[in-house]
């Protein structure tokens, strides 16, 4: 099991162990993607992710 979690209203994280929320929404993972130095993509997630 790992950690997930859901948005809600306000926008604030709601952690859960459970793959879909009640209301049947998938939730995300909690947990940083790993780490790979032969990552080619990594500064383009990186620029999307700020804007």
């Known amino acids: 099991m790992h ?3 859901t ?3 306000k926008g604030n994280r709601l952690y859960t162990l459970k793959k879909v ?3 049947g ?3 995300k993972s909690a947990h940083p993607a ?3 130095p ?3 993509f990594s500064r383009h997630r990186v620029t999307i992710k700020k804007r």
Do not use: V
Request: proline share 6%.
């Open 3 to 5: 950690l997930m979690y």
């Open 7 to 9: 948005i809600d209203e």
């Open 38 to 40: 032969d990552d080619k």
């Open 25 to 27: 929404k998938p939730t």
């Open 21 to 23: 929320t009640t209301a």
């Open 34 to 36: 790993r780490f790979s």
